[in-house]
């Protein structure tokens, strides 16, 4: 395992997987979110997130997390690890709400600087997407999932325990 590609909608526990995956094996960890977003919830052009995205598929080791799902392809090409946590839409919206209450007026670990949680029309919007897109979002992985090229392990986690089992599974990774 050197080359991590961790998805799944908002909510899901991507990063904190990212985070426990990485404090584990000694990967590093990059999160789109910061690569999204900078400081003030701004967020960067396509054409600038493809071009950041893409300096981390170059990388030998990486954990990453996260979505911009036009760089897929190239992700999984350098990808040896798929991890899907295909989580019920219900506890997504709750983990969302929860993170919002628990880093209120802060920045998340996940999050560049300057990006605070707020509870206003922006996290309900945030929350009609997740909603909006739960299907669409989900069919876009399962074709992965179903069709995965041969040097990619897939790996589809649904519930907290299944990511426990996971991690307790992972041996360090050698540098």
Not at 43 to 48: F, K, L, P, Q, Y
């Amino acid at each position: 395992m050197k080359r991590v590609m961790i998805v799944g909608g908002p909510g899901s526990g991507k990063s904190m997987l990212a985070s426990a995956l990485g404090e584990k094996t000694g990967l590093p960890v990059f999160h789109m979110d910061k690569i999204h977003y900078r400081p003030g919830w701004v967020a960067r052009s396509r054409e600038e997130k493809d071009r950041l995205t893409h300096e981390v598929h170059q990388k030998e080791r990486w954990i990453f997390e996260g979505g911009h799902s036009s760089t897929y392809a190239e992700r999984i090409a350098r990808a040896d690890t798929f991890i899907w946590l295909d989580v019920p839409v219900g506890l997504r919206l709750f983990r969302v709400l929860k993170r919002s209450v628990k880093y209120y007026g802060r920045s998340r670990p996940d999050l560049p600087e300057g990006c605070p949680e707020r509870f206003n029309l922006q996290t309900i919007e945030f929350l009609q997407f997740i909603w909006r897109t739960r299907h669409s979002a989900r069919d876009k992985l399962v074709r992965i999932q179903d069709n995965p090229p041969a040097h990619l392990r897939v790996h589809r986690l649904t519930d907290l325990r299944e990511v426990r089992d996971f991690l307790s599974r992972v041996e360090p990774t050698a540098v």
